[in-house]
């Protein structure tokens, strides 16, 4: 008879979390293998997420260390995991890309694809890849130019058909910390001198993800990355993998040495970055974010505001802003009141924050509402 799969509560989940986000105790890995480590992490807000992302969990990281990977071609930015913009490594880049089609499929067809029934969809994607491997070039000037033998068009949606069929990078200055630019785009092939994988595997990506994530259900691993039907990739891994119940009674699959601390042990106030992927890789997110709490931590709008983390669980929002005299500001928003102990952790987390930005500035607390 099989043993019934033991149970985690949600605060043990939220430890596991915690310790594979590196967001107990930082880590003295590279820039480079944090980010492999984390499949990458959201970068459609240029420049800060990917970098107060690392600031987060490196210990001693400076804006330069991942300014050089990314100069260097061994990071880049591109379309990913639930379409959207993530910053990756090289080899990640053109592993993920191709597994991610069908994402990007979807989300074209449900919008802009509309606007082009009838347009050979391929020879766009032709003619674009001779226009940004000539030189980068950014959406506008994509669509103009695709629009030009193509009379009548929308130029924002032929462009939108080139980013669905085409592995497009953004190359720096954008997303480079300290300075900035629009986004413009060549492809990874050109970019970084390699084909894309022509065997990625699915396996490897689900395994990835529970390293960084797990303990998971394969709804989470199908948030994260936005493809469908992966359950049957996780009961093919089964016999590698162990598994548990949550509290809901929900099956959660995992690697048997992965860390999955003690829930009673304690969890340092953070402050993390923007859109972090902390906070959208699962469907059930309430093992650090309160549902109570989500609507003031993702806005209507798609923003999803700095996370600060008090004892394991999103407690506030947080923002860097620089005015026009350059002078910097970090705004912490407690959601409930700190406690002295957890305000003076904020507090230093954003001090470390300012040093990052330059040194200098302002730490601000918003009364909690």
């Known amino acids: 008879m099989t043993a019934e799969p033991a149970v985690l509560t949600t605060r043990a989940l939220g430890r596991a979390l915690l310790a594979r986000q590196h967001l107990l105790a930082r880590s003295t890995m590279t820039a480079g293998a944090m980010v492999h480590h984390l499949v990458g992490l959201q970068a459609q807000a240029a420049p800060q997420p990917p970098y107060l992302g690392l600031l987060a969990r490196l210990d001693g990281f400076t804006p330069e260390q991942l300014t050089e990977l990314i100069e260097r071609r061994g990071a880049v930015r591109i379309a990913l995991q639930r379409g959207t913009i993530h910053l990756v490594t090289a080899e990640d880049c053109l592993t993920l890309r191709p597994l991610v089609q069908p994402v990007l499929d979807q989300g074209f067809r449900g919008n802009h694809g509309k606007l082009l ?14 226009l940004v491997e000539e030189q980068p070039r950014t959406f506008q000037q994509l669509g103009a130019l695709l629009a030009a033998t193509r009379p009548g068009r929308d130029p924002a949606a032929l462009a939108q058909a080139a980013r669905c069929r085409l592995p497009l990078v953004q190359v720096p200055p954008r997303g480079i910390w300290g300075r ?32 960084a994530f797990g303990p998971a259900t394969a709804a989470d691993l199908q948030k994260w990355c936005g493809l469908s039907r992966l359950g049957p990739v996780l009961k093919r891994l089964g016999p590698d993998l162990v598994t548990f119940r949550d509290e809901h009674g929900r099956l959660l699959h995992d690697l048997p040495d992965a860390p999955r601390p003690d829930p009673s042990l304690p969890a340092p106030v953070r402050l993390v970055a923007p859109f972090d992927n902390l906070v959208l890789s699962h469907a059930d997110r309430t ?23 008090v004892d394991g669980l999103v407690g506030g929002n947080w923002q860097l802003t620089e005015d026009r005299d350059g002078g910097r500001t970090v ?33 601000r607390f918003e009364e909690a509402s």
């Open 331 to 363: 705004l912490i928003r407690p959601f409930a009141a700190l406690r002295k102990a957890d305000r003076r952790e904020a507090e230093a987390e954003a001090e470390r924050v300012l040093s990052f930005a330059g040194g200098g500035g302002t730490v």
């Open 180 to 211: 900035g630019g629009a986004a413009a785009h060549t492809t990874a092939e050109h970019w970084l001198g390699r084909p894309l994988d022509p065997a990625p595997s699915l396996d490897d990506l689900a395994l990835r993800y529970l390293a």
């Open 117 to 130: 029934d009838g347009v050979d969809l391929d020879a766009v994607a032709a003619e674009a890849r001779e």
């Open 287 to 309: 093992r650090v974010l309160p549902e109570e709490y989500r609507p003031r931590l993702m806005t209507q709008n798609g923003i999803v505001l700095g996370i600060l983390l």
